[in-house]
């Protein structure tokens, strides 16, 4: 009889203890200092630029505002945006420039569908 309660004592730690630490990392992450927001459109198999800069040591959020099904992904600078991660913050170091296409095979223009990130 005693074995279910300590059971249910212990799942209810680990319960508040989950919360208590994502909590924190939710405020870690909205509380990170950022140098410029980046928001790049893609609506109908194009990006509204075909350019983006930012600066090298630059603290940028990147954000995906994306009318329908498209993603972007630069592996060297390990940016992936898609509509299950809408914005990643990143602080690219190396100048260059980091061109890059939609990465969600989203219709017959996705082939078209590029852009480049210039890193100055």
Do not use: W
């Not at 208590?20 to 927001?37: F, I, L, R, T």
């Not at 898609?82 to 100048?95: A, G, V």
């Amino acid at each position: 009889m005693k074995h279910p309660i300590a059971i249910a004592a212990a799942l209810a730690t680990l319960a508040f203890v989950t919360v208590a630490c994502s909590s924190n990392q939710v405020e870690e992450h909205h509380a990170a200092q950022v140098d410029k927001e980046m928001v790049i459109k893609a609506s109908n198999y194009t990006f509204e630029s075909s350019e983006y800069r930012v600066k090298a040591g630059e603290t940028v959020r990147f954000i995906l505002d994306s009318t329908g099904n498209h993603g972007i992904h630069i592996k060297e600078l390990g940016l992936k945006l898609d509509p299950n991660q809408t914005s990643q913050i990143l602080t690219p170091k190396e100048k260059g420039s980091y061109p890059f296409q939609c990465s969600i095979l989203c219709g017959p223009g996705h082939k078209e569908m590029t852009a480049t990130l210039i890193v100055e």
